[in-house]
């Protein structure tokens, strides 16, 4: 009976020792897993996160261009107003002094005529100097 209880004891702690590893092995595998979908999940969190980093920086890029277009077409725009003020007031110059010379050119044409009408320009009185013969 010794023998016979010596091996039982022995298939017995065979059979636990068994179910240890196996439960040991299971427990192993079950925590691999986990480790692997933690790592996939922080993957992805990490692709996300770059990707809105990413997107962040071309919207940032974007920005930066679409500011220094702006800036470069206000110092154009600018640049347009001042040369249409420019133009505007050598306009008003020209215009100014060809009124200056159409009112030279009348002055001398009465002028003319009042050398040609035979007046003489001494028997008249400063009055009439001033008001008929020259504007």
Known sequence: MGVKRVMMMQEKNFFEQKIRNEENDYFRKRQMKEDIENGKKHFLQLKSESRRMIENQQRQNYLLTMQETNQ????????????????????????????????????????????????NLKTLQPSQQNSGALQ
């Open 72 to 119: 470069k077409i206000n110092r154009v725009n600018e640049k347009v107003d001042q040369l249409e003020e420019v133009e505007k007031l050598l306009v008003e110059k020209l215009g100014m002094t060809q009124m200056n010379q159409h009112q030279a050119l009348a002055n001398l044409h009465k002028v003319v005529q009042i050398c040609n009408s035979g007046i």
